[in-house]
């Protein structure tokens, strides 16, 4: 197994992240995508990678949520840190018309500037939307050329997710969607092809309702298995292609 999307180098894990990979190892978690979110956090995605090369695959992003607190520099330390990685992909970015006062145009603008880095170094690229389905269709059908990009946790409608299949388009799957007010989401995955479907937990967010693991009260990554053999219930298939699609996704060209 493979977890698309988490973010171990969030503080709630801190110190704990060599406990957290041996219970991941344990049940058959053979690597994970952490994702940051901004400058405060790249230093620790890099070090986690340097320091579980074989387990922790690097991204590195400005979330939507951490833009009116970045610096004048963001992007350039965002490109340093990517050149330094090679293997390390982009985000998690993105456009989120959810949050308290949006700012949608400064959203727009970090989104293309990281979407083109991506196609400059060819990295693939994570990306984060909430409610903003139609600007982040317009910023895609705009851009002169796409990476691989994945949508995480995608809780879109079937209508955008018709119109990002047909540019691309990976999405993710998050145990936060087996609970029971979830269906109309675990709808649009049924119809989805298997081949673009990839499993995160997005830990220490989005927690299972029934979860096999916990850390006080946070969302344990180890739950990865448990979304995995869920969601291959759900759309019968193996969990094993889960696997062979992150693999796809993350190839750096
Ligand atoms: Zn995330």
Not at 43 to 68: C, M, N, Q, Y
């Amino acid at each position: 197994m493979i977890d698309a999307h988490n973010h171990l180098q969030d503080p709630r894990f801190s110190g704990r992240q060599g406990e957290l990979i041996q219970t991941m190892k344990s049940v058959g978690i053979t690597a994970c995508i952490v994702n940051g979110t901004s400058e405060e956090d790249w230093p620790e995605v890099a070090r986690l990678a340097t320091e579980f090369p074989d387990f922790v695959r690097p991204s590195f992003g400005l979330h939507p949520w951490k833009i009116a607190r970045a610096s004048g520099d963001w992007f350039e330390k965002l490109r340093s840190h990517l050149l330094t990685h090679p293997q390390a992909s982009i985000g998690e970015c993105g456009l989120d018309r959810w949050m308290e006062n949006p700012q949608v145009e400064a959203q727009q603008k970090a989104f293309r500037q990281q979407l083109t880095l991506a196609l400059e170094l060819q990295r693939p690229l994570t990306i984060h939307c909430l409610k903003a389905w139609g600007v982040l269709l317009e910023e895609l059908k705009n851009a002169p050329a796409l990476p691989r990009f994945l949508l995480h946790s995608f809780s879109g409608s079937w209508e955008s997710a018709q119109e990002l299949l047909k540019l691309g388009a990976y999405f993710s799957f998050s145990g936060h969607f087996l609970h029971p007010r979830k269906e109309k989401v675990r709808a649009v995955f049924k119809k989805l092809p298997p081949e673009r479907i990839l499993i995160e937990t997005d830990a220490p967010d989005m927690p299972l309702p029934h979860p096999r693991f916990f850390l006080d009260q946070l969302n344990h990554p180890a739950n990865l298995c448990q979304i995995a053999e869920e969601l291959a219930q759900l759309i019968g298939q193996e969990p094993a292609l889960f696997v062979k699609n992150t693999e796809r996704f993350r190839l750096i060209s």
